[in-house]
Nanobody, 124 residues
Framework: QVQLVESGGGLVQAGGSLRLSCAASGLTFSRYAVGWFRQAPGKEREFVSFMSSTGRTIYYTDSLKGRCTISRDNAKNTVYLQMNSLKFEDTAVYYC?????????????????WGQGTQVTVSS
């Protein structure tokens, strides 16, 4: 059974930082590309960041470019999202996902497995 479990969310003041983690089990993690998405209340889920299985391809949505860093530790089956200079509009539930693909994946439908999400709330 594949599981992705996010952690690290919470309440932070604007300008602060958070590091989200996503621990994977039940799959050969090193063979999967990983992505982060977020969904704010009343809005559709949107792409945040992508990292290929090898870590050589990384991609960010424009609104977070320069403010977040995706990384992965295949030995720990874990992917991270470091977010800095957080803004009120970054408030959302953040989800990690895994895709068995060698291509850049920015759509929800590209991903086979999803975590349950972790809440990030940025106070203004």
């Amino acid at each position: 059974q594949v599981q992705l479990v996010e952690s690290g969310g919470g309440l932070v003041q604007a300008g602060g930082s958070l590091r989200l983690s996503c621990a994977a089990s039940g799959l050969t993690f090193s063979r999967y590309a990983v992505g982060w998405f977020r969904q704010a209340p009343g809005k559709e889920r949107e792409f945040v960041s992508f990292m290929s299985s090898t870590g050589r391809t990384i991609y960010y949505t424009d609104s977070l470019k320069g403010r977040c860093t995706i990384s992965r530790d295949n030995a720990k089956n874990t992917v991270y999202l470091q977010m800095n200079s957080l803004k009120f509009e970054d408030t959302a539930v953040y989800y990690c996902a895994a895709a068995n693909t060698v291509r850049l994946a920015v759509r929800s439908g590209d991903y086979e497995y999803w975590g349950q999400g972790t809440q990030v709330t940025v106070s203004s």
